[in-house]
């Protein structure tokens, strides 16, 4: 069995602040080679932690292999940056992305955007957020939290999870506010609510947004009722949006692990990532 060489690997700057630091993946090709599509990974870790190395790494060695040129991001994260920093920081990333896609024979009219669980918040964000269509070509986002304030409510149920628990702290953190209700938006100060509409995708659904493919774990604790909300807005808008949901407790790059969905995510980029035309 023939071990595939690995692929180039550089880490940029796409910004002053220590965690505005992207590492790229690519692999050599010829001066005359037709540029690649690029995948834009974003990590997890609610919003408050996680890092583009670990096992990321693997991951994006494993996409290069399938003929992807991959950028793996940092970002700020809470409760030192609050929302919208992290959106602020992706967005810098892909625009970093498309202006030096040369450095990797990347196509910068190609790129999706891979995230997982608030990394996947980040990335239907970026596919919804002004024309998002116009910035990425899809996005595939792994449990992602796309309703902040679903995830605090479901963190107070008597029946919730520690990382239920977390997560709900975590929305605190990332948009520097407490809603003062469990059950609805009685008694949130405007500006909290401001912050946290803000931070649902859903708000920003339109007729522009990139196509999305949203992947939920059955036993997921971030559940898919955190998508199907926004899927059914994009096709009512009449974006291409499909959620699906693997069997198991799998969350975030735990179903990017599953080889019932790693080959079928592969499938739905490189059918995304066509040049026009195709």
Known sequence: MVTPELPKFRTYAYGKAPLQRLDAYWRDAGPRAT???????????????????????????RLTEQGFVVLSANYRLAPKAQWPAQRDDSLSALAFIK??????????????????????????????????GDQVRGVVALSPP?????????????????????????????????????????GIAADCLKRLDDASTVTHASAGDAPMLLIHGSGDFVPVRQSTGLVSALRAAGVQATVKTVQGDLHAAQILEDERTFPMIVSWLKNHLKPRGQ
């Open 35 to 61: 540029p690649r599509p690029a995948v834009l990974i974003l990590h997890g870790g609610y919003w408050m932690g996680g890092d583009k190395g670990g096992g990321w790494k693997y991951f994006a060695r």
């Open 99 to 132: 202006k030096h896609a040369r450095l990797w024979n990347a196509d910068p009219r190609r790129v999706a955007v891979l995230g997982s669980s608030a990394g996947g918040h980040l990335a239907t964000q970026l596919g919804a957020f002004g024309t998002g």
């Open 146 to 186: 796309n309703d902040p304030f679903l995830a605090f409510q479901d963190g107070a149920d008597p029946a919730a999870t520690l990382q239920q628990i977390k997560l709900r702290r975590a929305v605190t953190a990332l948009v520097d506010c407490v809603p003062g209700s469990v059950t609805g938006v009685t």
